[in-house]
């Protein structure tokens, strides 16, 4: 007896357009980085990552920050710092690009199961629940890799970034439905 597990995903030429757009535009935004006296710096990528999620919506926003990852794996110079390669995301700060995953994940749920009655709103919600989430999967790997005890890793990879993450979330819910009509109108 042959037992094979298919995932598949019929994209519209459309949305793999769009899917690829956002990819690039996480690429673009994510090496723009401060670095900080930690080992995670701030950058664009959380901004990028929830605004794939939100426009797109939670399999295609999904599917272009996994994209994303796996340009910087092969070594297309995209993640913070303008860095690459798989022993980035292998590292202390792997945690991170991988809990951009449910980032996308997150706020694209959110927007599509309650967009149509609060746009912000669901943005917002879950942009926020994705940022726990990702600092949750983040910390617990930066802690593995460095062995710095919880208190350390929150004061190096989650304090210092609240006050950003919380602007990005604010210009997300600025921009969504401003984009998202014109998105809709196209998809």
């Known amino acids: 007896m042959k037992v094979t597990a298919s995932i598949r995903m019929k994209l519209t030429v459309k949305e793999m357009a769009f899917t690829a757009i956002m990819a690039a535009v996480i690429c673009v935004l994510s090496p723009i980085a401060v670095p900080l006296a930690g080992e995670v710096p701030i950058s664009l990528a959380t901004l990028a990552v929830m605004l794939a999620g939100a426009l797109l919506g939670r399999k295609l926003g999904s599917l272009s920050v996994l994209i994303y990852i796996l340009l910087g794996m092969a070594g ?4 913070a710092n303008y860095a690459a390669g798989a022993g980035i995301v292998f590292g202390m700060t792997g945690g991170y690009i991988v809990g951009y995953i449910p980032l996308a994940y997150m706020t694209g749920m959110f927007r599509e199961k309650y967009g149509k009655q609060n746009m912000y709103a669901s943005a ?35 304090f210092p970034f609240i006050p950003g993450d919380l602007l990005k979330i604010a210009v997300v819910c600025l921009l969504t439905p401003r984009i998202r009509p014109a998105l809709e109108s196209r998809l």
């Open 124 to 158: 917002a919600c879950g942009a926020l629940i994705g940022t726990v989430i990702l600092y949750v999967l983040g910390t617990a790997w930066f802690i593995y890799c460095t062995k710095m005890p919880l208190a350390g890793a929150l004061g190096a990879c989650v």
């Open 76 to 79: 297309v110079p995209v993640f």
